[in-house]
């Protein structure tokens, strides 16, 4: 079979196109994270990685990649998307969406909820201001609490609530009642 414009246009265009998977950690030192990639036994090396606006992943070793190569060489390839199965939740429903790492923390989109799930603690931090830490055991603030509302703490209601032992003058009340 001669080899013809059109058997070279196909030939571009299916090497245009690959997949690959990624070798050792990524290079997170530019403007533009940098990636080692293997494809079929050819090691290639710090290869472009581009993500999203606003959003950032360092994909771990081994993890499947999609590049592509304009004019269908592969060493002026660019990584367009990644995926690796070993971390990627399952089971979401139609229209669920979930960003989530290697270390099995995530924020889960769902109708109707948000979830979000860490291992150990979530900071919350405006600016650069701490104003809350979450942890299994309990929720720290590190700003004033202002409610335009009433509260409930341990069945007790802030505004609405009595004390036992109350007496004229100077004296001191007995604990809330519940």
């Known amino acids: 079979m001669a080899y013809t414009q059109d058997s070279k246009w196909r030939n571009t265009?299916?090497?245009?196109?690959?997949?690959?998977q990624t070798v050792g950690s990524a290079n997170e030192t530019g403007p533009v994270q940098t990636l080692q990639m293997q494809?079929?036994?050819f090691q290639l090396a710090n290869f472009e990685s581009w993500k999203s606006f606003g959003f950032a992943a360092s994909e771990p070793d081994g993890s499947d990649v999609l590049f592509v190569a304009p004019s269908g060489d592969a060493s002026t390839a660019v990584i367009i998307?990644?995926?690796?199965g070993t971390h990627r939740p399952t089971g979401m429903l139609s229209g669920e969406t979930q960003?989530?790492?290697?270390f099995n923390d995530s924020i889960y989109f769902q109708q109707a909820k948000v979830a979000i799930t860490h291992q150990t603690e979530i900071d919350l931090v405006i600016g650069t201001t701490l104003v809350a830490k979450f942890t299994a055991s309990g929720i720290n603030l590190y700003v004033p609490l202002v409610s335009n509302s009433d509260g409930t703490?341990?069945?007790v209601s802030v505004h609405n609530h009595i004390h036992s032992g109350v007496q004229t003058g100077d004296g001191d009340t007995g604990e809330p009642v519940t």
């Open 81 to 84: 998307a990644s995926n690796n």
């Open 99 to 102: 960003i989530y790492d290697a």
């Open 39 to 41: 494809r079929n036994a």
């Open 153 to 155: 703490f341990n069945g």
């Open 13 to 20: 265009l299916w090497n245009a196109i690959q997949r690959g």
